[in-house]
């Protein structure tokens, strides 16, 4: 069996220039002349995409077969404007703040089951914890995502794919879910509930930035970035590709590992207030400061920061690399103090450098007095 890490993108940044507007118009795209699909194919290719995984759709290119990329973003690209400065990681992920309550809705051309099994996605996307993504379900008003039937995509997706998502771009989730109601499973019948569910799951993993976690078993597959911290297979990783007929079996521990990775967390991650010691020589003290080390799983390193005063510029007092991260730290502060003087200290967390050195922080103050 070939399985391979969870992945999310890299491949460049020109799907990030697109500031694509959070709701596709329900009119369909003008269709591009012909001569141009070649020079958009050509470009796609030139950015990563082989250019035998591109196909070519009226209003739109999938590559891959599930991912969509429509073709007034690449005439956007094509006619100069400028690239988003994000590192080189074209696929993107939601930034963090925007990832705390991602709206999405089911436009009028989606049926109730399918419906129905956007809410259960969502309430299974929502059930990760210890991550800052969450989703929710509205019936009306703007939303980040919007689900459509692909008849509001021009000629609609092949009869073999079951549903398109749209990657981030600027930092937003991809806006839109396309399902192809005409599907039908390999084994023939009709798409099960569970399985509605579990393509829910899979498009909106598309959409805040997962790639194919076993895009490496196909050769054709542009090139991703592997989550750390986990494996080098995952049979049970909902995000695999060719898993249409799969139903809704779970999340595997890993796709839950890799979401925290993406999308950490910072409301648990807390610095205690510091305790204050005589050190016996009289001449500092010692500060004993401890924080909350929820993140263990997930942080790359802690550093520890020290100022003197409110208007004090921050030092570096400690850094911590190895795993396990610590909780704690015993810092030495000298004397002499003049009255009572506030030191304030600062931990900060980075994560996985999936969107360039996250990190969180946390400030506690610590009053170290001459008459201690
Ligand atoms: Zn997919």
């Given amino acids: 069996m070939k399985f391979s890490k969870i992945k999310y993108i890299i491949i460049f940044n020109f799907i990030l220039l ?3 507007s959070q709701n596709i118009s329900d009119s369909q795209p003008d269709k591009p002349l012909d001569s141009h699909i070649e020079q958009m194919k050509s470009f796609l290719a030139e950015n990563g995409f082989p250019e035998n995984l591109i196909k070519s759709y009226d209003s739109y290119f999938l590559i891959d077969e599930d991912i969509l990329i429509t073709k007034s973003e690449v005439k956007e690209f094509l006619s100069g404007k400028k690239k988003q400065a994000h590192g ?15 709206t999405v809705k089911a436009h009028s051309s989606v049926p109730t ?16 914890y ?18 459509y039937s692909d008849i509001y995509l021009s000629g609609g997706l092949p009869y073999y794919v079951i549903a398109a998502g749209t990657p981030p771009s600027s930092g937003e989730p991809g806006n ?25 799951v899979h498009e909106l993993g598309h959409n805040i930035g997962f790639r194919h976690t076993n895009w490496a078993s196909n050769p054709n597959e542009p090139s991703a970035t592997t989550i750390p911290r986990t494996p080098t297979s995952d049979s049970n990783s909902i995000m695999n590709s060719g898993t249409a ?22 409301a648990g991650m807390v610095m205690y207030t510091p305790v204050v010691q005589e050190n016996g020589f009289g001449a500092g003290r010692f500060v004993d400061l401890t924080w909350a080390n929820i993140h263990r799983d997930t942080a790359l390193n802690y550093k520890l920061y020290r100022k003197e005063g409110v208007s004090g510029s921050w030092e570096i007092i400690a850094t911590f690399n190895s795993s396990p991260l610590p909780g704690e730290f015993t810092d030495y502060v000298t004397a002499p103090f003049t009255g009572s003087t506030t030191y304030y200290y600062k931990i ?3 994560f996985y450098l999936a969107r360039g050195n996250e990190s969180f922080s946390r400030v506690v103050s610590a009053n170290v007095s001459s008459s201690f």
């Fill in 88 to 102: 080189g990681s074209g696929w993107g992920l939601v930034d963090i703040a925007n990832s705390s309550n991602i």
């Fill in 348 to 350: 900060n967390a980075t």
């Fill in 176 to 200: 839109s879910i396309y399902i192809n109601l005409d599907y039908t499973p390999l084994g023939g019948g009709s798409v099960t509930s569970s399985s509605k569910i579990y393509n829910m």
């Fill in 245 to 266: 007929d799969n139903n809704w079996n779970g999340f595997s521990s890993y796709d839950k590992i890799g979401t925290k990775i993406l999308y950490p967390t910072y």
């Fill in 130 to 147: 210890n991550t800052e993504l969450s989703f929710s379900f509205e019936t009306s008003g703007a939303t980040d995502i919007t689900v």
């Fill in 113 to 128: 089951s399918w419906k129905n099994a956007i809410e259960d996605a969502i309430d299974n996307w929502n059930s990760i």
């Fill in 18 to 20: 697109t500031a694509c």
